[in-house]
């Protein structure tokens, strides 16, 4: 069994960085992405970024590449979300997530894909 624990979040205003983590505890051998989706008041969750477990693939959704980095920083079991230049429109809970299969080309619009979700965190973007 799989558990996500995901740490950062809170408030910040326009422009400004945060920085989130997500620690994979159990069994991760099998884990091949992990990554963040995001979901806002009254919208479908959705994609924001993943990385290869096994090599240096990442994939962005559109609408953050250029201020979102994700990085693995062992070997498997732990990722960070660096969001630099945050908008107001990146508000929203956000989750970490893992696969142990395939990716997806549409991975962003694919929740169900992802079978391990950690509990969420906040990130409210607000001046």
């Known amino acids: 069994q799989v558990q996500l624990i995901e740490s950062g979040g809170g408030s910040v205003q326009p422009g400004g960085s945060l920085r989130l983590s997500c620690a994979a505890s159990g069994n991760s051998n099998h884990i091949l992405w992990m990554g963040w989706f995001r979901q806002a008041p009254g919208k479908e969750r959705e994609g924001v970024a993943v990385?290869?477990?096994?090599?240096?693939?990442?994939y962005y959704a559109d609408s953050v590449k250029g201020r979102f980095n994700i990085t693995r920083i062992n070997a498997k079991s732990t990722v960070w979300l660096q969001m630099n230049g945050l908008k107001p429109e990146d508000t929203a809970f956000y989750y970490c997530?893992?696969?142990?299969?395939?990716?997806?080309?549409?991975?962003?619009?694919?929740?169900?894909?992802?079978?391990?979700w950690g509990q969420g965190t906040q990130i409210t973007v607000s001046s």
């Open positions: 990385t290869s477990t096994h090599n240096s693939n990442t």
């Open positions: 997530v893992a696969r142990d299969g395939a990716l997806a080309m549409a991975w962003a619009e694919r929740p169900a894909d992802f079978g391990y």
